[in-house]
């Protein structure tokens, strides 16, 4: 393995999915946020049927610093139980992983 996630998220907007990039990546809990663009999402919320647009974004980040990445995410977040989940890598150039893990801080703790 590789070492280094990606964290998907969505977000209510443009402007939030960079605030809370900006502030990921100034904190080291990313390394880069990839700010992807408007999505349609179809889900469930509370017992209703939802249709709307979303901003999505990847974070990369190191395996070890993903949890604290989603815990700051969601004190940021608008949303009352926003979506944010991990895709391991598997395999990626060596020396992309290795600025990726060297531009993210190791959690505390």
């Not at 946020?33 to 990847?58: C, F, K, M, P």
């Not at 395996?63 to 815990?71: E, Y």
């Amino acid at each position: 393995m590789t070492g280094i996630v990606t964290v998907y998220a969505t977000f209510a907007d443009a402007d939030e999915a960079a605030r809370i990039a900006r502030t990921l990546v100034e904190e080291r809990l990313a390394a880069c946020a990839n700010i992807l663009g408007s999505v349609r999402s179809i889900y469930r919320w509370q017992g209703r049927l939802e249709d709307g647009t979303e901003v999505a974004a990847l974070f990369k980040t190191r395996a070890d610093a993903a949890d604290a990445l989603i815990a700051r995410l969601g004190e940021l977040h608008s949303y009352e139980v926003p979506a944010a989940v991990v895709w391991p890598i598997a395999g990626a150039l060596p020396a992309y992983a290795e600025w990726v893990r060297g531009e993210c801080a190791l959690p505390s703790g």
